[in-house]
């Protein structure tokens, strides 16, 4: 070098040749694509575990990224906004390319966003396998597409290329490297796994081994529209299980799977693995079966005869029909073409009941109704509803009388369109009567496709002008038809009874969405209501200030009812749950003594696991039922402000904490039952007690 | 006082942000657009609209503009009479974060289409609707209920840069049919995609 330094007329001659030299180096990055590529704020190589390989083998490949520091780029689920890493293979014949393998990825917060991805360096795996037909030495082109992002994203673009050769595999420097990766790609998870939904969030459960040192978890989400990717996890541990509660996303899609990648941490490690669980959001069988369909349209039927007994449609129609009787003036064309125009009129009315209906289920389903029909809010009204077409049943209240008024509207018309005018205001001045019946026939209908809802409300409509089409054709069995009278009033004071009935069960219903207190509130709008129609009744034909007053008070009384009505379900699971006694060591004590099994529940409101149990075992009845019918006392104590006593008896079974259940037998002699409860294990449980 | 509204405003959208529901009225604004003239969304009552998320700086914008697959979706959508809302929700100091001026230029020399562009620096709008990715698209019909969010088209996913735009299924457009033809909207939901909205933290 000395030389060529010393002697000036080859100065030129070497600052050519390594000006040139320059040139090729760089040429060779830019121009022959090589297997390493250099862009703004990363790196991308493609490394191998071997640049040899028969046919029939199988070679690992990585695409390593090496990022400039605060740069990052994505996982195959780029969280709330980004996107990860595509490759596109130009292979020859006989070779192909795995998808990409994805190393477990990071939690990267872009305030008030989430992201998942990969910082400093990362390595994406691909299989290539070598089938029969390869030909080596075998080019395989790589087309690059990837995001480096630090508060702004850059895209990068590379085309890598990388020779392999024939012959037996031989490692290279990054052999090693890759086979580490491979190890730490997600696995299944070995332990007892399960999800469930409760209210807006995902609980993830886990067994733990008993030497897992494992502190922390985070689920990283395959899918868009599952879990919300800002909201805080939170991860619980207890004796041998771990709950993660994952928020579920803004936008529920109702994915089938809970599918991603679980990290767990311990003190000195952090591990990934792959879970798919289904999460039972299959499309139920919406398509209301046949068979349903038939038993409904039967049934419909039925409704549509008896809405002829009630009080306000017979009276009316047997004066109808004995007058287009008359009109026919024993013409039994005549007659018929009178049945027949009045079935029609009733028919008609029904199907634009249908079709109103279907237009607000439409709108309703818009602005969300299917979920208000189950809200407190609505059981509450249609408690309040039967509770006041119940009393009005019993007393000499007339609601909607002028309705029952317009019957003699048709008097005007006579001959066939009085007859079809007569049907259709049947179905209207019957509605005050018919609503319980028509309320069934609404629910269902709401609930099912457009053409069912039709279906329904023409057997309704059918089953309604039926006697009379019948009376049309055959007049002689007018005799046999009951004369209206005092047995109509008998019966419509007895059908406040099913109306209560029903009024009971809602009441019920709601027992389970709100607290007892607020039941009561329910059950004292319901006696306002009472009160408040008597009122109203006691005061029908009083006139001037005092039926003033006494209308004001009842629509005050009405008013407090409503005001008392539940709005939003309020968090019963305790009260449900706790069908329980609460643990004392005395009582325990004593329990056992008499030989009586028993059931101890240690839980906590903070205690994730013991909720998620409560939700979905220990509050299902066929457990509630199993634990009655083995005689079995269920007590339960509750941590939630931590108690002496209930430490102590914890520290007994080497516990520092909740969950914990047992199982004590008549002898005394406790086993101690899973912390990740299902209704199977308990039942097995169960019913090993004799 | 108003900064102490503002700041309970922040708050309420730290912890209750992203929650517009497909199907449900969507969130009210009032907002400024690039000739500091208030716009509102309910003065748009009666006609149907268009938000856009955009960041002029984010290679996934870039792209739609510079195939002008955006302005086509933004001639369509005039051609229907639809209000197109372009809304910048970058923070002061950020990427995307533009003068009234600076638009108005990228509007020009773009040649788009919106009816306004209209700058959410404090990030509150954005927030409210859960706007996550530039582009992020949301369609509101004349009754102020939202149809439609999620991404412009599903171009999306891995490999983005070398996809054809003119090739891809444009949600809006679709969405913006089926609801001329009073129809359900198929895709009511979708991924958005893109760069992450460049919110103040």
New interface residues.
Partial sequence: MINIISKKPYKSLSLKLSFFLILLSTASFSLWSDSFFKASDSTIEIISESKTMNAGDELLLGLQFKLSPGWHTYWKNPGDAGEGASVTWSLPEGIKASEILWPGPETIPVEPLMTFGYEDEITLLTNISASEAAVFPAILKAKISWYTCKDICVPQEANLELTIKGGDKRDTSFTNQLSTILLDLPTNLPSQHRVEALDDSYFLQMELKDDASINSAYFFPEEYGLISYSKKQITEINNNSLSLQVPGSEVDLKLQKFAGVLLLNSQNSSQFFNVSLDLGNEQKAEAFSLMDLVITIVFAFIGGLILNVMPCVFPILSIKILSFVEQSEGSRKKMIQHGLSFSAGVLITFLSIAGLLLVLKSGGESIGWGYQLQSPLMVTLLIYLFVAIGITFMSNLILGGQLAQLGNFTQGYSDITGSFLTGVLAVIVASPCTAPFMGSAIGIALLQPGFSTVAIFISLGMGFAAPYLLLSFYPSLLRVLPKPGAWMETMKQFMAFPMWASALWLTWVLSGQVETDTVLMVLLGALLIALSLWLLEKNQSSEGFIKWVAVSVATLLLGSALWLAPTDYENTQDKSSSNGDSYTPELLEELLANDQPVFLNFTADWCITCKVNEAIVLNQTSIKSALKSKNIVYLKADWTRKDAAIADKLAEYGRTGVPLYLLFSPGGVPTILPELLTEDILLSYINEIK | MQYLLTLFIVIFF?VS???V????IAPDFNLLNTYGEKVSLSEFKGQTVVLEWTNH????VAKHYKTQNMQNTQGEAKKANVVWLTIISSAPG??GFVSNLEANELTRSRSALPSHVLLDPKGLVG?SY?A??TPHMYLIDQFG?LKY?GAIDDA???????KNLSEAKNYILLALDELKKGKKITDS?T?????????S?
Avoid at chain 2, 21 to 24: I, N, R, S, W
Wanted: charged share 15%.
């Fill in positions: 730290q942000q992203a929650n529901q497909t199907e449900q700086g984010c290679p996934f950020t990427q927030r859960g996550k990715t209920v969010q999306g996913g891995r490999g983005f840069m070398f939901i991924k958005p995609y893109g760069c992450s909205v460049k919110y933290s």
